[in-house]
């Protein structure tokens, strides 16, 4: 069970945190930059002795495996008690696997490959984020990249024991970054909403979210405010908890490559399709539904995010979500963000990552991705009585 303290200046609650897990010595996973800039070093270094820390900085975005292999060796000579981590969610992401794989004799690299276990648990971990953008606190996997290649590690004993999600801490981010870490939270939550991996309980932790960032986000880019801070932080933390049951679909399947080929920021990747892979979806049929709910089932759930985005119409729901990116200073299309020649969709259509696209409610062949990765929509227009099906014709 994973205690989560949300408010402003919950990072006050350290010290009756460490008092409560029995802590002294600690190893400290953190962004430095934004370790120093969010306000949390100067807090921290009142509660915790310098004498009792590890710092475990200088990593690079995106997690790599060669980072993970120095952090677990670094931490397996100071022998903490506990493992703090502090940043977005390459640090947090870091913290995770640093903290469960110093408890294993096998090697970072072979655990990944090769998905060992993690039969020997966790340090605890005590998570501490400082962008309102990826969950990871409240989630129980982890990314890292081992020879390029992006994996997923996934394991219960990855979350992290306490959550301490501080809005505070999230005023001094700038606005593209603030953009991106939003769009990735409003994405996870409207993917989380038509995922094949859905539940009730997801879905409510989405709707949530969604509808918070729909709302806050433009605020918290364009003309932020301790409420549109506190919101996005919220609906951050609830897109997490949606994805760590339903994980993620085909937008974020397509946007590792994106990231990976042309520096677009992960958020920012996910948005540019969106709207296509929701009109893409709002087409499923029985011939190509991945849900065994049904399509009935798969189009209701899409009614849903019509809900949020204020839409009568599918039509409606795609130009909303594409001002809505625009809003924020981010292109909504990959045609817009002049990625847009036939060679270059291709190539990403064949990097799509397969778990993820399994996990959407559609199945896609490779040309029906090249279709969408081109921008068009397979479902532009209908009323929401021509979206939802008749018995007679429920798949």
Known sequence: MQTVYLAEGSLARIPQIFQQLGAVRTFLVVDEVAYNLSGAAAQL?????????????????????????????????????????LGGGTAIDLAKMIASMSRHEESPRDIVLNGISLSQGTLPLVAIPTTAGTGSEST???VVYVDGQKYSVADPCLLP?????????????????TAATGLDAFCQA?????????????VAYATSAATLAFEHLPAAVNAPTPESRHAMS???HLAGKAINISKTTLPHAISYAITADYGIPH??????????????????????CADERGTTHVRQRLLLILDILKAATVEQACHQIEAFVSSLGCNPTLASAGIQTDESLRVLASRVNPARLSNNPRMASQEELFSLLQGRKTVSTGSRRDI????????
């Open 388 to 395: 939802v099906p008749t018995k007679a014709t429920a798949g």
């Open 140 to 142: 129980h996997f982890a």
């Open 161 to 177: 024991c306490v959550a301490v999600v501080d809005p505070e801490l999230t005023y001094s981010v700038p606005p593209r970054m």
């Open 234 to 236: 919220l609906a951050s």
């Open 190 to 202: 409207i993917e989380s909403i038509w995922a094949v991996g859905a539940t009730d309980e997801s």
């Open 267 to 288: 958020g920012a990747a996910v948005a540019t399709t969106l709207s296509s892979v929701l009109a893409y979806n709002f087409g499923v049929s029985k011939s190509d």
């Open 45 to 85: 270094r009142q509660f915790l002795p310098p004498d009792a820390i590890t710092l475990f900085s200088g990593f690079e975005p995106n997690p790599k495996i060669e980072d993970v292999q120095r952090g677990v060796a670094k931490c397996r000579a100071a022998d903490p008690d506990l493992v703090l981590a």
